[in-house]
């Protein structure tokens, strides 16, 4: 720990500070904050009571569309020849699939009770540009029962003999999209709509694309000039040039039906949609909107904040800063906690390369390479970008990522400063947990002592849902 940190943490008194507890992973750590600090919290929402009925319900009472037995005998084919294709997320979404209470036995029963063959069934699951899945992961996403007796195959966005030329768009993008699903005669989405920093909306149309395209159609959809467009960003649709390139890719290549979930602040089933792509995505955006909104009178100076379910990973835990954005004046602070768990808990060797690139040039210089004409664009360099969006309000050192999975040496290419630097290189700890709860509370009171305050009372919140919720200014 530096000297002039460990002044500050060991002059501070905490009399009368409160407890907490802060998401990590599927636990939470406690920690002390000042009795000011405010605690931003999404609005409560009830669950389904029983979510199996419900899917069912849902898959017999689609929103702008005809039942999937329906739209199985429209095809003018023999049922027992029909092929179809379910696409699913992968583990970076706590999507509901498996058991009876999840999506895919009630989805499975509706299509295979029209005479469709089990063999006749392929699971792709729509990895973008993410690594792919292990067995593991496919038994925790979808269970033992689909694991065993289905074809799950994983996209792959470079593999280009796996790709077919399917569509162009306005923009003039030519769309290579997976060949299994596009060759498959129903094609059905699956998902969980959430909201999304760049795309508005997660789920429905982005099941499509980004998730099943390949690296050169993902350029445009994830380039400088579609992710710094001010309307690139939460819960805005209209005008949003992700949202509508993703659309129009789903409805050029044709999606049959579309089933999504909507979750509740502790990952429980709110709501369940399923149709038309169009008309059951907007329904769940509807619903999904007026849980996550935080309105926020007037931005503090300090945020604190977690990666959720969704930080397995630095590549992911972006969300989280981002979305902390509006919570916080300029020149602030935000302090993250991250479980990042994943096998590779920053992200591949290209993030790794392009998050140094980010730390040693700064935001603006960052985008003015990938803006350059002879750039040539790389997998895995937009999420680096996006990191500069909350370092280009706070600035460099306003960012502390505390994350005990990462190796202190590791940490040397990430931007912003880090847990390591609030407690010693000789403390030895029995966990993880215990690790990230030193250097979070260490942080905190770092935080409200910061030079850049002058001595000021610092304000304080806590955005308990961390890269769920999505604080706004009123107005």
């Known amino acids: 720990m530096k000297k002039e940190i460990a002044g500050v943490i060991t002059g501070t008194e905490t009399r009368g500070w409160e407890k907490i507890k802060v998401d990590f992973g599927d636990d939470f750590v406690v920690i002390e904050v000042p009795a000011n600090c405010e605690i931003l919290s999404m609005p409560s929402m009830p669950r389904l009571v029983d979510s199996g009925a419900q899917i069912t319900h849902a898959l017999n009472q689609p929103i702008g569309s005809p039942t999937?037995?329906?739209?199985?005998?429209?095809?003018?084919?023999?049922?027992?020849?029909?092929?179809?294709?379910?696409?699913?997320s992968d583990i970076t979404r706590p999507v509901p699939y498996k058991g009876e209470n999840g999506l895919l036995l009630p989805l499975l029963a509706s299509i295979e009770?029209?005479?469709?063959?089990?063999?006749?069934?392929?699971?792709?699951?729509?990895?973008?540009?993410?690594?792919?899945?292990?067995?593991?992961?496919?038994?925790?996403?979808?269970?033992?029962?689909v694991v065993d007796n289905y074809r799950i195959v994983?996209?792959?966005?470079?593999?280009?003999?796996?790709?077919?030329?399917?569509?162009?768009?306005?923009?003039?993008?030519?769309?290579?999209?997976?060949?299994?699903?596009?060759?498959?005669?129903?094609?059905?989405?699956?998902g969980l709509v959430e909201s999304h920093f760049m795309a508005g909306v997660s789920g429905g149309r982005k099941a499509v694309c980004p998730a099943l395209v390949?690296?050169?159609?993902?350029?445009?959809f994830h380039s400088v000039q579609v992710l710094e467009n001010p309307k690139a960003t939460n819960l805005i649709l209209e005008g949003n040039p992700c949202h509508e390139e993703a659309m129009e890719v789903a409805q050029t290549v044709g999606i049959d039906f579309m089933v999504s979930v909507t979750l509740d602040k502790r990952?429980?089933?709110?709501?369940?949609?399923?149709?038309?792509?169009?008309?059951?995505?907007?329904?769940?955006?509807?619903?999904?909107?007026?849980s996550v909104l935080i309105p926020v009178e007037q931005p503090f100076d300090i945020v604190l904040t977690h990666a959720g379910y969704v930080g397995r990973d630095h590549y992911q835990s972006v969300k989280a800063a981002v979305n902390a954005m509006p919570a916080v004046r300029e020149n602030g602070l935000i302090v993250m906690l991250a479980n990042n768990v994943d096998v590779e808990p920053i992200g591949s060797q290209e993030y790794k390369t392009f998050l140094h690139l980010l730390k040693i040039l700064g935001p603006d210089g960052f985008n003015n390479i990938l803006e350059h004409p002879d750039w040539v664009f790389t997998k895995d360099q937009w999420e680096p970008e996006m990191w500069g969006k909350p370092f280009r309000k706070v600035g460099m050192d306003?960012?502390?990522?505390?994350?005990?999975?990462?190796?202190?040496?590791?940490?040397?290419?990430?931007?912003?400063?880090?847990?390591?630097?609030?407690?010693?290189?000789?403390?030895?700890?029995?966990s993880d947990k215990q690790k990230a709860t030193a250097m979070l509370q260490n942080a905190i009171i770092y935080a409200v002592n910061h030079p850049r305050f002058e001595g000021k009372k610092t304000t304080l919140a806590y955005i308990e849902e961390g890269p769920y919720a999505v604080p706004m200014g009123r107005g």
């Open 68 to 88: 999937i037995s329906e739209i199985i005998h429209s095809k003018g084919k023999p049922v027992e020849d029909l092929t179809v294709c379910i696409t699913v």
């Open 113 to 145: 009770q029209t005479g469709v063959k089990k063999e006749n069934i392929v699971f792709v699951i729509g990895n973008g540009m993410h690594r792919r899945s292990t067995l593991e992961e496919r038994l925790y996403m979808y269970g033992q029962e």
């Open 154 to 190: 994983d996209h792959d966005c470079e593999d280009d003999e796996s790709m077919v030329l399917a569509a162009q768009t306005k923009r003039g993008t030519q769309v290579y999209l997976n060949k299994i699903f596009y060759e498959s005669d129903v094609k059905i989405i699956t």
């Open 214 to 220: 390949n690296t050169k159609t993902i350029q445009v």
């Open 267 to 290: 990952l429980c089933m709110t709501g369940v949609f399923a149709g038309a792509l169009e008309e059951a995505h907007l329904a769940a955006y509807e619903a999904m909107k007026k």
């Open 398 to 430: 306003g960012l502390i990522y505390c994350c005990p999975q990462i190796s202190q040496e590791n940490f040397n290419i990430i931007p912003g400063l880090n847990g390591y630097d609030f407690i010693d290189s000789d403390d030895s700890f029995a």
